[in-house]
């Protein structure tokens, strides 16, 4: 089945930085070495529209936890011609620190999430550090105050943001963590983000460590193949491979904007 609306979208890499192969699965494979991880946001453009997924993290968190900062989220979305104030809707697939940064950058964008997310990053399972880590509480306040000021539309399981695009909770990595499939010229593409951090910990499977609940995380990655079209169009939240296997979406733009569909 199609839908109405066909999207362009883009991967834009903000951030980099090398982990190792132990500390990205959570099964233990004796033979370790270095992993590159890709840090990355998602821009949609269809039906008139402007979407962000996710918000990386900015200054704030690259200063307090000396992380490498290649570029904010809002100077990678003006790498496309497109001014951050003309965001329209950011779906937020989860709320740790690297996906729900730079919410200040993008003041008129209404904000999708997933109504355990929000209960999640802000209830009990707060008090336990294994669980905060992921978490930047300068950027949770920042959502609270955005749902004060009635920008956040919330989602309880599955939903429709737009025709063509759809949000689906999968938990797993965190309580509320949401993928979001966008209707392409190739067909139906996922955008996993962390259900699917690297393709490996799907394939093989092996879960990314960084787990809230291991069950929800193996399901998750049935849910992401089920509603692809085809298995190269599910987009990992980390892996370099979908910068090496995509188009630059210019040429002065490799390896910094690939064009997805």
Known sequence: M???????????????????????????????GPLAMDYNVWVLLGGGKRYLVDLG???????????????????????????PTAIDEIIVTHLHYDHSGSLRDFPNARI???DQEMAFA???????????YGNYVEYVVDFVRALYDDRIEFTDGEGEIAPGITVHRVGGHTQGMQVVRVWTRQGWMVLASDAVHFL??????NPYPAVFHVGEMLEGFRTVQALADRPELIVPGHDPIVMARSAPASDDLTGIVARLD
Request: charged residues 30%; glycine residues 6%.
């Open 2 to 32: 199609s839908a109405s609306v066909e999207y362009e979208v883009y991967c834009v890499k903000y951030a980099e930085r090398e982990t190792t192969k132990s500390g990205s699965f959570l099964f233990r494979d004796p033979h370790d």
């Open 57 to 83: 993290f900015d200054e704030r968190y690259a200063k307090w936890r000396n992380r490498a900062l290649l570029r904010t989220p809002a100077e990678g979305v003006r790498l496309l011609g497109i001014e």
């Open 112 to 114: 999708h999430l997933q």
């Open 122 to 132: 802000t209830g009990r399972h707060m008090r336990h550090k294994a669980f905060r």
């Open 200 to 205: 490996a910990n799907m394939d093989i499977p």
